[in-house]
């Protein structure tokens, strides 16, 4: 079953070089299909269902030919994990050319001291926060309010600010920044998207996470509203296939938060898929990867049997 889905299996685990969502190494198993390299990615914690999803993308991107493309480069923001103050500088640095910093949030005060010092670093940029759902309504709220009056017109958008639809319809009347849903779409796929725009003004984009690139398509159609295509920590291969899905809209895209292979030790692509001058080259691209980024035998089987669940999963729905 391996070698009829997924020709050319590598499991690799490639260091990160600050923690990011809680992991210091990422785990990713790569493949080859009739169309390109692919890649096939749920972080560990995810079931086999929500995992199925990541590999309908994977699968289709190994075996289809892109959509057609509207860019040749797709413009990226600089990402920032949860990091110390005296970090900043030293991240942004592996950003070269962004004009946009996404920022991850956990507390206020600690926040405003990674966006002060963004600022310090150049007044010219735009910021993102990203608080992955991490405050309730009355809470984001009175931060969002802080951050505003703090800082003034600095902010292109909030990510996901509260976990729940009826908490970002609270507070989107009562802040000046705008929304942009993340976790609300991603990890409520089959719902009503219909009204989305009582809810965020923009609509994050992930390419495994939403099953491809016909899913986020039609998703994007049912939203309705502008859209940021971005990442979910993927090698260089994932991020090629995201960088597709970004240049695959009509429209200028919005800066994306594709050049996450910057939190990596290194890419398994060589050239690396980095950002030059602020944006990132939409093309095919093969792995040339280190043996130290091979994942032990143990790790290896447990992907191996993952996918297997995951691959038997997919069949038994589409029978
Ligand atoms: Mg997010």
Known sequence: ?????CPDLQVLSIPLRNKFRGITIREVAIFR???SWSEFSPFLEYDDVEASTWMEAALEAANT???DLYQDRVPVNATLPIVEVEQVAGILERFP???????????FESGARVVEEVL?????????LDVNGGWDSD???????EYHLRFGSVFDYVEQPCRTLAELKLIKAEIPIRIAADESIRKNLGSDFSNFSDYADLAILKWQPLGGFKKAHEIAAEIGLPVVVSSAL???IGISHGLALAASFNAEPLACGLGTVALFEEDICDPAVLPQDGYIEVKRREPAISER????????????QRIVRVLELIERRSA
């Not at 050319?97 to 507390?107: A, E, R, S």
């Not at 310090?120 to 993102?128: A, D, G, M, S, V």
């Open 97 to 107: 050319g962004t004009t946009t910093v996404k920022i991850k949030v956990d507390d």
């Open 293 to 304: 980024y091979l994942a032990t035998p143990d790790r290896a089987t447990y992907w191996k």
């Open 33 to 35: 299909g009739r169309a």
């Open 1 to 5: 079953m391996l070698e009829e889905y």
């Open 234 to 236: 993927e090698t260089g």
């Open 139 to 145: 809470l984001a709220i009175s931060n969002l309010l």
């Open 65 to 67: 030919p892109w959509p």
């Open 120 to 128: 310090n670093i150049n007044p010219e940029l735009k910021i993102r």
